[in-house]
């Protein structure tokens, strides 16, 4: 399920009054989406072949600062435009937004027309290409958590972020009652969504004092990232909405767990389950255990695009239900991986490294890319790891810092093969200037620790 508003009918609601506003959108670096607002005439008129961007939009971090060190872009270069081409394709009402309409884009060079390859939208399609040409079509689903809070985001942020109260005051892990407390937000999370063409599985509560979890159907590649996006910036808007604020920080709270993004993830031949095997041992084929292979042996390597800022590293903790080594288990969720719906035709892999703050295009592309070096070069399986996999000393650690993270990506051969070098350099800066700023930081920690005592 892609977009749900063709252009004839967005024609049709334009001229009826229900439709004058018009999100033209692409998607930066860190996740989010960023675009224009358009009258709904002058999108039909025009703007639907295409409008224009700064091309500084992938060369920003979250407080729209320009580094420098970035290829593509910079004051020398004068920091022109990037093409935004409407996907006509992923055009939806936006529910909770009165007369609105939205639709993503791709982002084109201004001189050549080509796709941006560092876009993430294009890294993701790369990699899908590179499947459909082994004859392999992904399947994907993204988990989403976040905490709510009792405040608005004005409040919170006035008040330094340091009165920050959840909404519920227990662990709400699959608790009823106390989710039915926050359905003046949750509810219209879901039903809105759903409207806007997302297809949403449920909400529930996690496993701590507010954190709440929304699940989507798994859907091809492309599209669950799509719905991964908007539904996380819905979830911001819908809270804003009525009052309260959401964060989709990893760890907002040193005492409390910390918030993921688990990617669950199976490759179709056409109609048929290409992970599944009856006779294959847990119902695995050659294929899944050769995709799964390559996961495990290159997951230091892309662990930088599921977990991009230094907060990241903060959830890879023991006893967090957050891995903490790059492991597989069958159905055991101290591991990196864990497989799921063992000896059916819903066998897969869900990877529980990335945190609630990824970029869904680039962890999915990341994680496909793995997939497929292993496919290739016919990686073995090890046997899977059982018991509480926080102790077993001998599994290959996640890195635990950004720094180490960055490195990794640095000089991985595997991906530079699979996305191009221009790609990895890009990234790779990002996440440089990310360290390079907290570096810079001096922490209410380091206050309270030395102030006195040094």
């Given at each position: 399920?892609?977009?749900?508003?063709?252009?004839?009918?967005?024609?049709?609601?334009?001229?009826?009054?229900d439709?004058?506003?018009?999100?033209?959108?692409?998607?930066?670096?860190?996740?989010?989406?960023m675009?224009?607002?358009?009258?709904?005439?002058?999108?039909?008129?025009?703007?639907?072949?295409?409008?224009?961007?700064?091309?500084?939009?992938?060369?920003?971090?979250?407080e729209?600062?320009?580094?420098?060190?970035?290829?593509?872009?910079?004051?020398?270069?004068?920091?022109?435009?990037?093409?935004?081409k409407?996907d006509?394709?992923?055009?939806?009402?936006?529910?909770?937004?009165?007369?609105?309409?939205?639709?993503?884009?791709?982002?084109?060079?201004?001189?050549?027309?080509?796709?941006?390859?560092?876009?993430?939208?294009?890294?993701?399609?790369?990699?899908?290409?590179?499947?459909?040409?082994?004859?392999?079509t992904?399947?994907?689903?993204?988990?989403?958590?976040?905490?709510?809070?009792?405040?608005?985001?004005?409040?919170?942020?006035?008040?330094?972020?340091?009165?920050?109260?959840?909404?519920?005051?227990?662990?709400?892990?699959?608790?009823?009652?106390?989710?039915?407390?926050?359905?003046?937000?949750?509810?219209?999370?879901?039903?809105?969504?759903?409207?806007?063409?997302?297809?949403?599985?449920?909400?529930?509560?996690?496993?701590?004092?507010?954190?709440?979890?929304?699940?989507?159907?798994?859907?091809?590649?492309?599209?669950?990232?799509?719905?991964?996006?908007?539904?996380?910036?819905?979830?911001?808007?819908?809270?804003?909405?009525?009052?309260?604020?959401?964060?989709?920080?990893?760890?907002?709270?040193?005492?409390?767990?910390?918030?993921?993004?688990?990617?669950?993830?199976?490759?179709w031949?056409?109609?048929?389950?290409?992970?599944?095997?009856?006779?294959?041992?847990?119902?695995?084929?050659?294929?899944?255990?050769?995709?799964?292979?390559?996961?495990?042996?290159?997951?230091?390597?892309?662990?930088?695009?599921?977990?991009?800022?230094?907060?990241?590293?903060?959830?890879?903790?023991?006893?967090?239900?957050?891995?903490?080594?790059?492991?597989?288990?069958?159905?055991?969720?101290?591991?990196?991986?864990?497989?799921?719906?063992?000896?059916?035709?819903?066998?897969?892999?869900?990877?529980?490294i990335?945190?609630?703050?990824?970029?869904?295009?680039?962890?999915?592309?990341?994680l496909?890319?793995?997939?497929?070096?292993?496919?290739?070069?016919?990686?073995?399986?090890?046997?899977?790891?059982?018991?509480?996999?926080?102790?077993?000393?001998?599994?290959?650690?996640?890195?635990?810092?950004l720094?180490?993270?960055?490195?990794?990506?640095?000089?991985s051969?595997?991906?530079?093969?699979?996305?191009?070098?221009?790609?990895?350099?890009?990234?790779?800066?990002?996440?440089?200037?990310?360290?390079?700023?907290?570096?810079?930081?001096?922490?209410?920690?380091?206050?309270?620790?030395?102030?006195?005592?040094?």
């Amino acid at each position: 399920m892609a977009g749900n508003l063709s252009f004839d009918a967005l024609k049709s609601a334009a001229g009826s009054g229900d439709i004058d506003t018009v999100l033209v959108c692409c998607v930066d670096m860190q996740g989010r989406i960023m675009g224009k607002r358009f009258h709904v005439q002058n999108f039909i008129d025009s703007s639907h072949e295409e409008t224009h961007c700064c091309n500084y939009m992938l060369a920003t971090d979250l407080e729209m600062a320009t580094p420098d060190g970035y290829a593509t872009t910079s004051w020398q270069a004068g920091y022109g435009d990037y093409v935004m081409k409407p996907d006509l394709s992923t055009m939806r009402r936006v529910p909770w937004l009165e007369g609105t309409a939205m639709v993503l884009c791709d982002l084109l060079d201004h001189h050549t027309h080509e796709p941006v390859a560092q876009s993430p939208r294009q890294i993701l399609k790369v990699q899908i290409a590179r499947l459909k040409a082994l004859g392999y079509t992904a399947m994907m689903a993204t988990e989403l958590e976040f905490f709510l809070f009792e405040q608005s985001f004005r409040d919170l942020a006035l008040s330094g972020y340091r009165e920050l109260t959840p909404i519920s005051s227990y662990n709400e892990d699959y608790h009823i009652l106390q989710t039915t407390k926050e359905e003046g937000i949750m509810r219209p999370v879901r039903n809105h969504l759903f409207a806007a063409g997302i297809p949403v599985e449920n909400t529930k509560g996690e496993a701590e004092t507010g954190q709440e979890e929304l699940n989507i159907r798994y859907a091809e590649a492309l599209d669950c990232a799509d719905h991964h996006t908007i539904a996380k910036h819905a979830v911001k808007e819908i809270a804003w909405a009525n009052g309260r604020a959401v964060t989709f920080l990893p760890k907002w709270n040193p005492k409390k767990v910390g918030s993921s993004s688990h990617v669950h993830m199976s490759l179709w031949s056409g109609s048929t389950p290409a992970f599944r095997d009856e006779n294959g041992e847990y119902g695995m084929s050659t294929l899944m255990r050769h995709f799964l292979a390559g996961l495990i042996e290159y997951a230091s390597e892309y662990t930088c695009f599921l977990a991009p800022y230094v907060n990241s590293y903060k959830r890879f903790m023991k006893g967090s239900f957050a891995p903490t080594r790059t492991v597989w288990s069958v159905d055991n969720r101290t591991a990196g991986f864990r497989l799921c719906g063992e000896g059916t035709k819903a066998v897969r892999v869900e990877c529980r490294i990335g945190g609630s703050d990824m970029n869904p295009y680039l962890a999915q592309a990341a994680l496909l890319a793995a997939g497929i070096k292993g496919i290739e070069d016919k990686l073995e399986l090890a046997p899977p790891t059982g018991g509480d996999i926080y102790e077993h000393a001998d599994a290959k650690h996640i890195p635990s810092t950004l720094r180490a993270a960055t490195e990794t990506l640095r000089g991985s051969k595997m991906l530079r093969e699979a996305m191009g070098d221009a790609v990895v350099d890009h990234y790779v800066r990002c996440a440089e200037w990310e360290q390079e700023e907290f570096d810079k930081a001096v922490t209410d920690w380091e206050i309270a620790r030395g102030f006195e005592r040094a």
